[in-house]
């Protein structure tokens, strides 16, 4: 049946598996730091400071991995990125009295400079796979890409817990290291060769756009992941913890549940956006997705003094229309990207979402501890306001159908 694909098809695939493989030990790790760090008498500010450098070479990463991916080839981009994942993991299995603040700190931020590497590279190999012009059909690839990432790293949650329980946090990170090991050796046999390499010399000033769409709606995309992460990375599993007195594992179950349904929804985004009406989406879309989420942080704050379980679907809310217009968003970069250093505009376009979810983790720990959890979910709705408005001028053309 294989033989029967196309070799762009073939392609895909094995971006994609590589993708979902590394997503998979991504969330599994976070969920296992989480945890572990937790038991052993870290508290959740604490916990969440382990990723700082994770968030923040991510920005570093994406702005510098796009002229990376000019300069090497896509391929060779998201294999080291796997090989880095791999060492990431690989400093963690020494023993707890090796495992310092430092030390973690620094092992995460592999693993954030690793999985930006790999994210940067499938995203904007999938350009190069598609006909220029069909946007209908990369819609659906993104859309397919992005959402079954989001699904398997909801996965790696419950696989970091249940690898916890079974054999450890040591043995945990010695067994995802050897099967990434084992996905890495496969890519660098399978993935083609100078995938989105680029002859000329890149300028550093290309590094930075230079298109009006693509700097407007990295703008949004780093206000609408400030506005998840102000709230929901820090502020809402202390308040679940310390209001209501869950457990680690009941929040962490419901936060994976929670990414598994995002998932879904990102990946069936084309049906809500455009499919209906066969068209595909353009900047008007981006604008109306952001106006219907503003009102969502403010259903979860007043939901808070009625009852836990309002608050759980309220949140389930905000994620589905989060969902919506994160996938949307992905499209569009991928759309508005240059096809020659197509790494440049996509790698520029997630720097500005690894510096939302940065500001977002951080605000989110003082907001929390100076004024409160409403107080995050405010500053959430000012935030999807600024990224509706400066989606207002995105490109409004796109006629093409589905």
Avoid at 202 to 224: G, M, Q, T, Y
């Amino acid at each position: 049946m294989l033989k029967n694909l196309s070799s762009d098809l073939k392609q895909y695939l094995v971006i994609t598996g590589n993708y979902w493989a590394f997503t998979l030990t991504d969330g599994a790790l976070r969920m296992l730091v989480v945890l572990y760090f937790h038991q052993l008498g870290y508290d959740a500010l604490q916990v969440a400071f382990l990723f700082l450098f994770y968030e923040f070479f991510g920005i570093v990463t994406n702005l510098l991995g796009g002229w990376l991916g000019t300069k090497l080839g896509l391929n060779r981009t998201m294999n080291i990125g796997l090989l880095l994942q791999v060492f990431a993991l690989l400093m963690l299995v020494l023993p707890d009295s090796y495992l310092s603040i430092a030390w973690v700190m620094f092992a995460q931020a592999l693993s954030g400079i690793a999985k930006d590497l790999n994210k940067m590279s499938a995203k904007s190999a999938i350009k190069l796979f598609v006909k220029e012009g069909d946007q209908g059909q990369l819609y659906k690839w993104v859309a397919i890409l992005t959402g079954s990432k989001n699904t398997l790293k909801g996965m790696g949650f419950f696989l970091g817990g249940l690898l916890l329980t079974l054999i450890g946090f040591q043995s945990a990170m010695l067994l995802m290291a050897s099967v990434l090991l084992v996905v890495f050796c496969c890519s660098l046999f399978l993935l083609k060769a100078d995938l989105g390499k680029i002859e000329r010399k890149v300028k550093f000033k290309e590094l930075f756009s230079k298109s009006d769409a693509i700097n407007r709606l990295s703008l949004a995309r780093l206000f609408l992941f400030a506005s998840r992460d102000v709230w929901f990375v820090v502020a809402l599993p202390v308040y679940f913890s310390e209001t209501y007195g869950w457990s680690s594992w009941t929040i962490g179950t419901l936060i994976a549940i929670w990414v598994i349904v995002y998932g879904g929804i990102q990946s069936i985004a084309p049906y809500f956006t455009g499919k209906k009406s066969g068209r595909v989406p353009d900047g008007r879309s981006a604008a109306l997705w952001a106006f219907a989420l503003i009102f969502t942080p403010l259903f979860v704050f007043f939901s808070l003094p009625v009852s836990p379980w309002l608050v759980v679907i309220c949140l389930f809310i905000f994620g589905a229309l989060f969902a919506i217009n994160s996938s949307l968003h992905s499209y569009l970069i991928v759309s508005y990207a240059q096809r020659e250093g197509v790494s440049l505009d996509i790698g520029f376009y997630y720097m500005a979402n690894a510096m939302g979810r940065l500001i977002g983790t951080l605000l989110s720990g003082w907001i929390f501890v100076t004024m409160g959890l409403g107080a995050c979910l405010v500053a959430s709705s000012v935030f999807i306001t600024l990224a509706m408005l400066f989606s207002l001028k995105l490109p409004k053309h796109q006629t093409q159908t589905i």
